[in-house]
């Protein structure tokens, strides 16, 4: 019963592990999405030249297809954290089971 107890607690670590990593990620999407928020707020502003940086060089741009590329942008990057906001759940119901298993099975292995 012992060796069974540590399986499913050695799961339950793999799966806090996975739900970090996931909210590592979420955490940098959520970042450009402000970045990507703050640059429309900026170009919604800019009354002259626009322009957008490429592999580190400037490069002059229309105002009206920047905000198109930011707001697909903004858009993709909606749908990962969405994405991700899912597996979080999957996963958080998965660690609940496995707590209550290893509950169940200390309680029972104290009897």
Known sequence: MNSEINKKIEEMQILEHQL???LMQKQGVEIEVNE???AV???DSSGGEVYKV???IMIKSDKKTLSKELTERKKTAEMKIS???KQEKLIEKSAL???KEVRESV???KK
Do not use: A, T, Y
């Open 97 to 99: 089971e496995l707590r």
């Open 36 to 38: 990507i928020d703050n």
């Open 41 to 43: 707020n900026e170009l």
């Open 20 to 22: 970090q990593n996931l």
């Open 83 to 85: 994405s991700i906001e």
């Open 107 to 109: 309680s029972k292995n």
């Open 54 to 56: 490429l592999s580190g």
